[in-house]
C-alpha cells in the first residue's frame, strides 16, 4: 500500500508540474507573440532587407526583380556618405543634450519642488510637464514659427540690438537642441517626482536631526535611493534621442543643407523622397539599433561600477 501511494503521490506531483507548465506558457504566449510580431521580425526582418536588392516591388511602381542577397553594399554606401555622419552627429548631439540635460534639470526641478524649496509647487508642475501633453506637431509649428526670419525671436533680439537681421546661422542645431531640452524635460520631472516621493521621509528627517545638511541629504540618501530610476532615465532618453523624427521634421525637415538631420530623417529620405533606397534605409535603421544598445550597454556598465540599488 505504501508503494502505491508513493506512486499516486508522484503521479498526482507530476500533473501538478504539467499543469503549471500548461499555464506559465498561457499567460506568456500571447506576450510573446505580440513581441516577436511587433519587435523581433520587423528588427530581423528590417536586417535582411538591408543586405538584399529589395525595390519595393510592383505596389511601389518599380519592376518587379527577383530578390538577391547583396551582401553588405548598403553598408559602404551609407558609410561613404558624408551626411550619415552629419545626422549621427546630430544625434549624439540630442543623445547628450537628453542625458546630461533633461535628467538632471527634471531630477533638480522634482527635488526642489518636493523638498518645498519653491513656492506655488502646483502651478509649476503643471507649467513644466504641459509641454508633454501638447501634439508634437503643433510644438514644430509653434517654435518654426517663433524663430522665423519675421518671428517672434526676431524681435526680442531688436529689443537689445536693433541692427539685428536674422541671417542663416552656422548652428541651427542649437535651436533645435533647445527645443528637444524644453520639450521633454517634463517628462523626466514626472518621473523623478512620483519616485522621490516613495523615499521614507523619516529617514531624511533622522538624517537632518543627526546634523546632516541638504547636499549630504541629497548625495548620501536620495541618490543612491534613485539610481535604478536614474539608468531608467538614461535608457528612455537614449533611445528617444536616438529616432528623433516628428519635432525635427516639422521644425527644419533637415534642413538647412541637412545640417539638422537626423538618423531618422536621413533615413525617411532615402526611403520614400526621390529615387527609393530600401535597402540603404533599412542598413541605417540597423545601425541606430547597434548604436542605442552601445550606449545602452555603457549606462548599465557605469551603473553597476558607480551606482547604488534601490
Not at 28 to 42: C, D, E, K, S
Not at 49 to 75: D, E, Q, T
Not at 82 to 90: C, E, M, S, T
Request: with cysteine; net charge positive.
Amino acid at each position: 500500500m505504501a508503494e502505491k501511494d508513493v506512486a499516486v503521490k508522484k503521479k498526482k506531483g507530476m500533473s501538478s508540474k504539467g499543469e503549471e507548465l500548461r499555464a506559465y506558457w498561457l499567460f506568456i504566449l500571447p506576450g510573446f507573440i505580440m513581441y516577436f510580431v511587433v519587435m523581433a521580425f520587423p528588427t530581423v526582418f528590417s536586417l535582411f532587407l538591408s543586405i538584399s536588392n529589395y525595390a519595393g516591388g510592383a505596389l511601389f511602381g518599380n519592376v518587379r526583380n527577383p530578390l538577391k542577397i547583396m551582401g553588405f553594399k548598403a553598408y559602404k554606401v551609407m558609410f561613404a556618405d558624408q551626411y550619415f555622419y552629419l545626422a549621427l552627429k546630430n544625434n549624439l548631439l540630442i543623445v547628450f543634450i537628453s542625458v546630461f540635460g533633461q535628467i538632471p534639470l527634471g531630477f533638480l526641478m522634482a527635488y526642489l519642488l518636493h523638498r518645498g524649496m519653491v513656492k506655488f509647487r502646483d502651478f509649476f508642475q503643471t507649467i513644466i510637464y504641459l509641454p508633454c501633453v501638447i501634439s508634437t506637431v503643433v510644438i514644430g509649428i509653434l517654435w518654426k514659427s517663433f524663430f522665423a526670419p519675421n518671428g517672434a525671436f526676431v524681435d526680442l533680439v531688436r529689443i537689445f540690438n536693433p541692427a539685428y537681421e536674422p541671417t542663416v546661422s552656422s548652428h541651427p542645431m542649437i535651436k533645435v537642441l533647445f527645443v528637444i531640452l524644453w520639450m521633454y524635460t517634463g517628462t523626466y520631472f514626472i518621473i523623478f517626482t512620483a519616485n522621490l516621493q516613495k523615499i521614507d521621509t523619516s529617514i531624511i528627517e533622522a538624517a537632518k536631526i543627526d546634523g546632516a545638511s541638504e547636499m549630504q541629504v541629497l548625495s548620501k540618501i536620495i541618490l543612491p535611493a534613485l539610481s535604478g530610476v536614474i539608468v531608467t532615465s538614461a535608457i528612455l532618453a537614449i533611445s528617444g534621442s536616438l529616432k528623433s523624427f516628428d519635432l525635427i521634421y516639422v521644425m527644419t525637415a533637415g534642413g538647412p543643407a541637412e545640417r539638422t538631420s537626423v538618423l531618422a530623417t536621413y533615413m525617411f529620405n532615402k526611403a520614400f523622397k526621390g529615387a527609393p533606397n530600401y535597402p540603404l534605409a533599412n542598413a541605417i535603421s540597423t545601425v541606430m539599433i547597434i548604436i542605442s544598445f552601445f550606449f545602452i550597454a555603457i549606462t548599465k556598465i557605469v551603473e553597476k561600477k558607480f551606482g547604488g540599488k534601490e
